[in-house]
Every structure is written in C-alpha cells, then in structure tokens.
C-alpha cells in the first residue's frame, strides 16, 4: 500500500471500520487512482493525436483554398479573353 493508503487505512480504523472493510476501502481507492492515471495517460495520447489531426487538417484547408482559387485564375482566364 502507499502513504495515502495507509493514511486512509488508519483513518478508517480510528473511525471504527473493522480491519477488513478498512484494509478493502483502502484497496479498493488503490485500484481506482491506478485506473485514473491510466485513464489520464489514454486522454494524453488521444491529445497528441487531435493535435496530429489539426495540423493536418490546416494543411487541407491551405491546399484546397490555393485550388480553388487556381481555378478561379483560370476561369476568369478563360471567360475574359
């Protein structure tokens, strides 16, 4: 167990919880802060990836304005002469 397990541990002892409902409160807040640090860790690397995502999408967006305004030169070209 960790320090602030053990803190809770003590904790629920002194407020009368019997050793075992203690020591399965305590477990059981263990198991849960690992599944948040986990679930913490997912959030951080699904960040990365919308990050990846918009920079990408930045760059579509320069290639079809540039496109389109290409094509613009051109038909303006087309119907002028």
Known sequence: MTVMIVELY??????GASEDKA??????????????AKIEGEITG????????????????WVVGLNMALSLAILVKLFIQ
Not at 10 to 15: C, F, Q
Not at 23 to 36: K, Q
Not at 46 to 61: E, F, H, P, S, Y
């Open 10 to 15: 003590d904790a629920l002892r002194e407020a």
């Open 23 to 36: 020591r399965d409160a305590a477990r059981s807040v263990s198991d849960n802060d690992l599944r948040l």
């Open 46 to 61: 699904l960040k990365g990836q919308v990050d990846g995502l918009k920079m990408r999408i930045d760059a579509l967006t």
